[in-house]
């Protein structure tokens, strides 16, 4: 079905199980996605594992709450060809693609995330090399205060790259409304802090915000 509506190939060379409840889980391995004809690499994507628990009732009255999100061993790579046209341009009807919901007005939200061993490179002949962001490790999870806290350590281009911080609550974050928040991130020897409050993510007035930079 995949390959029919994208053109493109795909296959699941592992394990694939779908069970459906209050709770829809999704487990695959050996996941892959293939480029179209002109790029230079067979894969898009490729996943060693893939893990997804969602809300099943979300689907319908929303947002979309993903209760866990795990992945370990993937490699994706995103390409723009001389013309501009990215790999990531999929060929779907006309029809079709006005059908697809708008993802960005769709809100979703993801209450833990277990991400290991992830490579994502974008390549352009509009920059003199490749963007390579390799993820060691990205974890988040529901604490009991009814906040996300969320850990990341990586490389981009091989400088080191982390993140910490926490957001919430959970409930602030369903309403879109009263948004805490407070992170501290490092790129290679840049530091950058910032905390505040978000007060409606749909019409925000008057939104309280601190941000520091440090560098040597």
């Known amino acids: 079905w995949v390959s029919d509506k994208t053109g493109r190939s795909f296959v699941i060379s592992g394990e694939f199980s779908v069970n459906l409840g209050r709770e829809t889980v999704v487990v695959a ?8 004809d002109w790029a230079d690499k067979a894969e898009m994507v490729e996943i060693g594992h893939l893990e997804l628990r969602l809300n099943t009732w979300s689907l319908i009255r929303g947002p979309i709450e993903i209760g866990f999100v795990g992945v370990d ?4 790579r995103l390409l723009r060809r001389t013309d501009g046209e990215p790999n990531w341009a999929l060929p779907l009807a006309k029809s079709e693609a006005a059908s697809e919901p708008d993802v960005v007005g769709s809100a979703f939200l993801v209450r833990e995330i277990d991400i290991n061993a992830v490579r994502l490179v974008y390549e352009s002949p509009e920059r003199t090399g490749p963007l390579d962001f390799k993820v060691q490790e990205l974890h988040q999870r529901h604490r009991a205060d009814d906040t996300l806290e969320l850990n990341l350590a990586g490389t981009l281009n091989d400088r080191e790259v982390r993140l910490q911080g926490t957001v919430g609550t959970w409930g602030a974050l369903l309403e879109h409304k009263n948004i805490e928040y407070e992170f ?3 790129f290679d020897t840049l530091s950058v802090s910032s905390k505040g409050l978000i007060d409606d993510l749909a019409d925000l007035r008057r939104p309280m915000l601190e941000f520091a930079i440090k560098c040597p």
Not at 73 to 76: G, P
């Open 29 to 36: 391995d050996g996941i892959r996605f293939g480029n179209p």
């Open 184 to 186: 501290v991130g490092q």
């Open 73 to 76: 061993d993937a490699d994706i």
